[in-house]
């Protein structure tokens, strides 16, 4: 399998490769447990950036190196922040993650170990999540007196519901993989050993896909949760529509002759 490293910018805590179609984005700060500073939003950021613009690459997986996904925010960062600071420093986070919830290609979260407080909401940010049996989640900002900052309280619900929701976010317990797939906050669970070959495993096979039909599943459906039901049909008819006389008609025809597509 041919990697390509990418070098438009040169990163610091992010790691970069190409796998053909596929890129993936590690989080390398293990000392820190990947924790997320300025620095890291910054290079996020233009990751996205970076990675939106290769019309080659299809899928998007985001993991982290060492014992944690994202193990929170730094907080050495934070201690001194005044009140004006720490808003400013939410936005930050919050546009990041919403940044990569609005990429056009669907992002894949493998969480290999702890994903806690900013890292919950990072692996929320995502499309997908797959986790390692040893990862662990939780939003534990009330243990220090805090509420989370970068969308948690907002996205939480809507993935798990209220009340699951609010026993996390004011609790500030931990719950381990198999909780979290029982409430909808992942979608599978692996072996650690096993995590990115799942991973690319499912992240091949969206790609194997018609790219228009899976990007705008991606935006209709996301579209569709920020709007009422009819208005939400409304635009799957219209999008399902647009397919017609493009990728779609490609892909039945290839049906009726048994073949594979040529997207």
């Given amino acids: ?14 790691k970069i490769e190409t796998y053909e179609n596929i890129a993936l984005v590690t989080i390398s700060r293990p000392e820190a447990m990947n924790a997320l500073n300025t620095r890291f939003f910054n290079e996020m950021d233009a990751a996205i950036a970076e990675i939106s613009e290769k019309e ?6 985001i993991t982290g190196e060492g014992k944690a ?8 960062e934070m201690a001194d922040m005044t009140i004006e600071q720490g808003s400013a420093f939410s936005k930050v986070g919050q546009n990041t993650f919403r940044s990569l919830e609005k990429m056009k290609i669907p992002v894949i979260a493998a ?9 919950l909401e990072l692996a929320m940010g995502c499309d997908i ?21 970068y969308a948690g309280t907002q996205r939480l619900p809507r993935l798990v519901g209220l009340a699951d929701a609010l026993l996390l976010l004011m609790s500030g317990n931990m719950i381990n993989a198999p909780e979290a797939l029982r409430i909808g906050l992942i979608q599978k669970v692996t072996e650690p050993e096993e995590l990115m070959d799942e991973v690319m495993k499912i992240a091949k096979t969206i790609a194997s896909k018609g790219p228009q039909a899976v990007k705008k599943v991606k935006y209709v459906a996301r579209k569709g949760l920020l709007s009422d039901f009819e208005k939400g049909c409304d635009l799957e008819a219209e999008y399902f529509g647009s397919q017609f006389k493009n990728e779609g008609e490609e892909g039945m025809k290839a049906f009726l002759e048994k073949r594979k597509p040529n997207w």
């Fill in 129 to 149: 999540r797959i986790a390692s049996s040893k990862a662990k989640f939780g939003q534990p900002e009330v243990n220090l007196g805090m509420i989370p900052g």
């Fill in 69 to 76: 996904f994202v193990a929170g925010a730094d907080i050495s």
């Fill in 56 to 61: 080659n690459v299809k899928v998007m997986i």
């Fill in 111 to 119: 969480i290999n170990g702890f994903a806690l407080g900013g890292g």
């Fill in 1 to 14: 399998m041919e990697v390509e490293n990418n070098n438009n910018m040169e990163y610091e805590i992010l």
